[in-house]
């Protein structure tokens, strides 16, 4: 139904993220080091380092 959308594959995670409590990473991403999550976080795309996300599906709030 959803051609789009990965159902299995490897999660790369990098060093030094905090993630707040229910943060859900989707199948095959990479998480860059540095990184800090909000809680319910839903994350749908690759990360970028040191910055801040929140929300549904993910957003780049602030660098840190």
């Keep these: 139904f959803f051609p789009d959308v990965r159902l299995s594959g490897k999660v790369k995670i990098g060093n030094n993220n905090t993630f707040g409590v229910r943060t859900v990473i989707l199948p095959g991403l990479n998480v860059a080091s540095g990184d800090k999550f909000a809680p ?3 994350l749908q795309v690759d990360t970028e380092s040191d910055f ?5 599906p993910a957003r780049k709030m602030k660098k840190i």
């Design 40 to 42: 319910g976080t839903i």
């Design 52 to 56: 801040i996300y929140f929300g549904n």
